[in-house]
């Protein structure tokens, strides 16, 4: 559910609603980062890295592109 998050976008219209869900995504992950033990998070770590690295690098949103880089 998190690494689709991480790619949501939703489009209204002209606007787009998906940058609010992506930064929530990213300070999630942060958040499993700084409190989860790395053998509990080590499933899920390659499909979340991967998802966190095209967010930092290509999402259009600045706050998405410097939460997805400080999660990763």
Request: hydrophobic letters at 45%; aromatic letters at 12%; a negative charge.
């Amino acid at each position: 559910m998190l690494n689709n998050s991480l790619l949501f976008e939703d489009i209204e219209g002209l606007s787009s609603s998906g940058s609010i869900v992506r930064d929530a995504a990213c300070f999630i992950s942060w958040s499993l980062a700084k409190f989860y033990e790395k053998e509990t998070l080590a499933p899920f770590v390659d499909e979340l890295a991967g998802n966190l690295l095209l967010t930092a690098l290509f999402d259009k949103e600045g706050m998405c592109r410097r939460g997805a880089a400080a999660s990763f």
